[in-house]
C-alpha cells in the first residue's frame, strides 16, 4: 500500500479487505488495512490489524513499523500500557536504523510520562539523547 502524494493510501479499506477474504494469512494486508483505517481514525480497528498481522507474521523491518504504528494507535485511544509494550518492544528488538531507536525511546518517554513515570521518562529522554550524541553515522545506523 502506498501514500499518495496528499498522504492517503491508495486502495480503500474495503477493497483491501476482499484480498484479507481471499487470503486470510496475508500480513501484509491486514498491515495496509489498519494504515488506512489509522489515516482515517479508526485506531481500533487499525489496532485489531496490527495486531492480526503481527500474529501471522511480518518481515523483521514491518514488524518494527508495525509496532510502532499501533503504538501511536493505542495513545489515541488511550491504551497507555498497550503502547508502553509496543515501543518497548521495538527497544527490546534493536533495529539497527538508529533514527527508530531514538523514536521508540521518545515515545515510550512521552506515555511513561502521561501515566506518571517521571523516573522511566528521564531515562528514556536519556537513551534516546545518547543515541542521537554517540553516533553522527549518516544513514542513522547504529555501530556496533
Known amino acids: 500500500m502506498m501514500k499518495d502524494a ?13 484480498i484479507i477474504v481471499a487470503h486470510p494469512d496475508n500480513a501484509d494486508a491486514y498491515c495496509n488495512r489498519a494504515n488506512v483505517r489509522s489515516s482515517s481514525g479508526d485506531y481500533a480497528g487499525a489496532i485489531e490489524d496490527y495486531t492480526m498481522a503481527l500474529t501471522i507474521g511480518l518481515r523483521f523491518r514491518e514488524a518494527i513499523t508495525a509496532y510502532g504504528n499501533r503504538g501511536i494507535a493505542r495513545v489515541n485511544v488511550g491504551e497507555m500500557y498497550g503502547a508502553l509494550e509496543d515501543f518497548s518492544e521495538i527497544i527490546k528488538k534493536k533495529p539497527g536504523n538508529r533514527r527508530l531507536l531514538y523514536a521508540a525511546y521518545n515515545s515510550r518517554a512521552s506515555v511513561k510520562e502521561q501515566i506518571g513515570d517521571k523516573e522511566g521518562a528521564a531515562d528514556d529522554r536519556m537513551q534516546s539523547s545518547m543515541l ?12 556496533h
Not at 7 to 16: M, P, S, V
Not at 132 to 143: A, F, P, Q, V
Open 132 to 143: 542521537s550524541l554517540n553516533n553522527n553515522n549518516s544513514r542513522g545506523e547504529i555501530n
Open 6 to 18: 496528499m498522504g492517503g493510501y491508495r486502495g480503500t479499506a474495503r477493497e483491501i479487505s476482499r
